[in-house]
């Protein structure tokens, strides 16, 4: 699966790659080598870190239906007992 990033994420991605070099490399990084550096991520730590997402969605999933027969149970044969009628 291709990781994708839409224009403006992009956008914001790059900008703060260049404001991380700025600010903590010894020479600042050009916008074209952000951009190169920023596919260089997606492409090689990006899945990794979809998979996880991926993992963990299923996981969290997999409690909520876990927890899907205490959420949606209905006491069954329970007339005699809201009405308080005895036979």
């Not at 990781?3 to 991380?20: N, T």
């Not at 550096?37 to 996880?52: H, K, R, T, V, W």
């Not at 909520?64 to 036979?87: M, N, P, S």
């Amino acid at each position: 699966m291709t990781i994708e990033l839409s224009k403006d994420v992009r956008a914001q991605a790059i900008a703060s790659i260049e404001r991380w070099f700025k600010e903590n490399a010894d020479e600042p990084i050009g916008n074209i080598q952000a951009a190169a550096l920023l596919n260089f991520f997606i492409a090689e730590i990006g899945p990794s870190i979809y998979n996880q997402a991926v993992v963990d969605a299923q996981q969290r999933l997999q409690m909520r239906v876990a927890e899907l027969d205490i959420e949606c149970h209905a006491d069954e044969f329970g007339y005699w007992r809201q009405t308080g009628r005895k036979r």
